[in-house]
């Protein structure tokens, strides 16, 4: 049985999500073993690429396999033996030439905060123990020193820990101690380059961090050759990830000249930025179109799937006062009504929606989109993110209609990111 682990991004309960959908889409049959708000620890028969995973992967910060495992109750000698020289040369470094780097980072997932305080203070010590026994091998190495519990994947990838070195991982559960080597971190830099280089920003009407968009085509769950729509593409996040991904067939339609011109832009830059993508084999449209207009431009059920986020509301810059809140969720609600009225014709059946609905707060009481049961209606059924088995652990968050929000503080109003298929 192989046991890998997945650091999750900041939000956890997307990542986990996104993980679940990207394997079940692959037929990888796994067993959840721990989940946490920093971890999560799988069990399959199968064999992960985990370079190609990371790569497809929105939320997961780092992936690796686990080479150890020790139970809380043994002894420290017993712990101490996976840093000897000869373990760590079978299981974490390969031989190589000159001097070896290392880091040792330690998560939780799920131990008590007195086991992990206790660990955290012995991060030095075994960063040392390993210096100490490669030294009496006559190997030369250095450790990263680290500030937190654990290494960013840029300190991974900056000191080379996975090509001439390891990141050890010790991750505590309530039973054991895992220890497990890091075999690859997220493609920070490109997603950064897409994030804050892309020539064409509109600030005002609002841009999503290229990470939500991948992780929400993820949760689509569906093949590269599928139809993907955005209808409301804004400044193109969703359809230049949607390139990055792979898929072949992608359109993008938005109601303004601006969101229109800013997409031609990104993706042209996106092109001279990336020559590896396989440009002449994509076949991408970018329509000026009001999203309530777009079944005269599509064909009934042709799409296989629409990942999007609408106009969330004029731009804020504090809080609402209850009247207004209500006036911009009937506003929203319509247009809403209106897409999911085209949806319903040009998507096929079984066809998916992954759609940002905003949620408003004040006065302590939080405000969705109410318009679940005219979507139902309309053909549409809510698909829940988690199997019974994981909903039930108290680190996955989920609003009482098992959606789940995306947020960072400075915001007002919230993202809540729901997944719907037709019937
Ligand atoms: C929040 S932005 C989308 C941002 C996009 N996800 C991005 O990252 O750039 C919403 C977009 O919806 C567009 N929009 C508003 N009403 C529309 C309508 N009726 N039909 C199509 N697009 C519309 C706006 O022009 C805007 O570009």
């Known amino acids: 049985m192989n046991k890998y682990f997945f650091v999750l991004g900041r939000n956890s309960t997307l990542s986990i999500a996104e993980i679940i959908s990207v394997l079940n889409l692959r037929n990888i049959d796994f067993f959840p ?185 993820n949760l689509a769950a569906k ?66 179109m009001d999203v309530r207009q777009i079944s005269t431009k599509l064909l009934p059920n042709t799409a296989d799937v629409i990942v999007t986020e609408p106009y969330l509301g004029p731009p804020l810059y504090k809080k609402l006062e209850l009247p207004a809140i209500v006036k911009i969720l009937s506003e929203l609600s319509r247009l809403y009504i209106d897409a999911f009225v085209q949806f319903a014709k040009i998507l096929k059946s079984q066809g998916r929606v992954l759609i940002v609905f905003p949620v408003f707060e004040t006065e302590g009481k939080v405000f969705f989109v109410e318009i679940l049961d005219k979507l139902k209606n309309l053909g549409f059924v809510e698909k829940e993110f988690f199997p019974q088995n994981i909903s039930k652990y108290p680190t996955v968050f989920f609003t009482p209609r098992k959606t789940i929000l995306y947020y960072s503080r400075e915001q007002f109003v919230k993202r809540e990111i729901i997944s719907f298929q037709k019937i």
């Open 33 to 217: 073993k721990y989940i946490s708000s920093e971890v999560l620890i799988i069990s399959t028969d199968k064999e992960l690429k985990l370079d190609e995973l990371i790569k497809t992967l929105g939320g997961t910060i780092k992936v690796g396999r686990i080479m150890d495992e020790v139970a809380l109750e043994g002894s420290s000698m017993q712990f101490y033996e996976i840093f000897s020289a000869d373990n760590l040369h079978k299981k974490y470094l390969s031989q190589m030439p000159g001097k070896l780097h290392f880091g040792v980072s330690l998560y939780n997932a799920g131990g008590s905060s007195e086991v992990l305080l206790q660990l955290e203070k012995r991060q030095k010590d075994i960063d040392l123990t390993i210096k100490d026994n490669l030294k009496k091998e006559g190997i030369k190495s250095g450790f990263v020193q680290i500030k937190d519990r654990f290494l960013s994947s840029v300190s991974v990838a900056k000191n080379k820990l996975i090509t001439q070195g390891a990141e050890i991982v010790l991750i505590l559960t309530p039973e054991e101690i895992l220890i497990g080597k890091t075999l690859a971190v997220q493609e920070f830099e490109e997603f950064s380059l897409r994030d804050y280089f892309r020539p064409a920003k509109d600030k005002r009407s609002g841009i999503m961090p290229p990470k939500l968009a991948r992780m929400m085509i």
């Open 223 to 288: 093949d590269r050759n599928s139809l993907l729509l955005d209808p409301f593409c804004g400044s193109g996040t969703i359809l230049q990830e949607a390139i990055f991904l792979g898929y072949k067939n992608i359109c993008g339609s938005d109601i303004s000249d601006r969101a229109i011109s800013d997409t031609t832009k990104n993706i042209d830059w996106l092109y001279r930025n990336f020559p590896n993508l396989p440009k002449t084999s994509i076949n991408l449209k970018i329509l000026k």
